[in-house]
């Protein structure tokens, strides 16, 4: 058994080694904490920024990366979407030959970076101001009834195509599978989904911080709500003295492991304090309890859960609904990790049945692959990335 005193303070250290900057002598660190179109400049890449609205007002920023070459063949966009308490930032942080979003770029593709509502870069409202309780009153289910069809649009109507090839990593795998269920007519705009560690139907947590803090969520939620503390982790330059030292570094590493899945030997320590530096980007605690409410369901995948009274107001019906996921028609390929300690391989294969389309359910070769190696370990190219350009090419 864990001692509940130790896991309700690991969490707290877990936040202030999150957005620690990297060695100071690790310029892209800096440069991404700055701003991370300029890291994707440094490296000889375009990029563009591109500002949308969504249906109830929320201004997200959608950064493109152009092919590389100008002599390519013109290939279907690529829409990258992050995780929670993650940004674009994911998909550039390791340079090129490392990273996902540099590897599309090089192939000719021209490659889209979603910033999710409440994320670093998209933290504005028509209406309401960020530090008000209202705008972070949304879960990962407005970002799949809102976000996402809003982002697609602005990419399609952007380069001239009918459909995309879309590419998420957790959470945003979540979010794809609640706007094919209450907006399916976004599946006839989907080419390919491929799900990285998809973060749906989930029942087991091997993470015992991750496993506390589900447990506890209301109540966590609750003490949130009497502080008016209304951003999940948000980025902040205090935290970010914690991972320099050999010690603390290895004390980050040990929690890390704890929470993702322990991969030491494919955990390059620049990548991983680069990363730090940028983690986490804030949230609402909602999509954090919504995910709770969804494990204590025994993994039913199902709309928010406002309580009876609020269920009956909104959904006339005392329980959420479910999301209907044989509403996702699009054909979709899954890879999960097996030392994944957020997204159990059981549950990613149960969930996989329930998809008509479903291409394939495939584990990552490597047997220690845990929950951010999709974006972090060293060998991800050899293991993942290379399989998955071979994919789109077959597609597109």
């Avoid at 991969?263 to 954090?288: C, I, K, V």
Wanted: with cysteine; charged share 20%.
């Amino acid at each position: 058994m864990y001692n509940t005193s130790w896991w309700l303070i690991v969490p707290l250290i877990f936040t202030a080694a999150g957005i620690q900057s990297s060695q100071r002598d690790d310029e892209d660190a800096e440069l991404l904490v700055n701003f991370q179109p300029k890291l994707i400049v440094k490296y000889g890449y375009k990029v563009e920024d591109h500002t949308v609205i969504t249906e109830d007002g929320y201004v997200l920023k959608v950064f493109q990366m152009p092919p590389r070459q100008r002599s390519c063949i013109k290939k279907k966009p690529v829409l990258l979407v992050h995780g929670l308490l993650s940004s674009s930032a994911d998909y550039v942080f390791g340079g090129p030959n490392s990273s996902l979003a540099y590897l599309l770029a090089d192939n000719c593709y021209d490659v889209w970076l979603a910033n999710m509502r409440g994320s670093r870069y998209s933290r504005e409202h028509l209406r309401l101001p960020v530090q008000s309780k209202e705008y972070w009153d949304f879960s990962w289910h407005e970002m799949g009834q809102y976000d996402l069809p809003a982002i697609i649009d602005l990419v399609l109507n952007a380069t001239n195509f009918n459909k995309l090839f879309y590419i998420g990593h957790s959470q945003g795998v979540t979010e794809y599978f609640v706007m094919a269920s209450v907006r399916p007519e976004y599946n006839n705009k989907i080419a390919l989904m491929t799900g990285l560690s998809p973060a749906v139907a989930q029942t087991r947590f091997r993470s015992p911080i991750l496993s506390f803090a589900c447990n506890y969520a209301y109540t966590i939620k609750k003490t949130l709500d009497f502080y008016k503390i209304y951003e999940f982790l948000p980025q902040s330059k205090l935290y970010r003295l914690f991972c320099q030292t050999t010690a603390l570094y290895d004390l980050c590493l040990q929690i890390y492991g704890l929470i993702f899945g322990p991969h030491p030997e494919e955990t390059d320590r620049t990548l991983l304090l680069r990363y730090l530096a940028n983690f986490p980007q804030g949230s609402s605690f909602n999509q954090l309890l919504h995910y709770a409410q969804v494990a204590a369901s025994g993994g039913r995948f199902q709309w928010f859960d406002y309580g009876r009274k609020g269920n009956l107001e909104k959904y006339r019906s005392s329980e959420p609904p479910a999301y209907n996921l044989t509403a996702s028609t699009a054909p979709v390929l899954i890879y999960y990790g097996l030392n994944d300690w957020m997204v159990h391989p059981k549950d990613v294969q149960k969930f996989s049945t329930m998809l008509p389309n479903l291409i394939a359910a495939i584990p990552v070769a490597d047997q220690n692959f845990n929950h951010m190696d999709f974006v972090l370990a060293k060998n991800v190219r050899k293991v993942l990335y290379d399989k998955m350009l071979l994919m789109l090419d077959k597609y597109n």
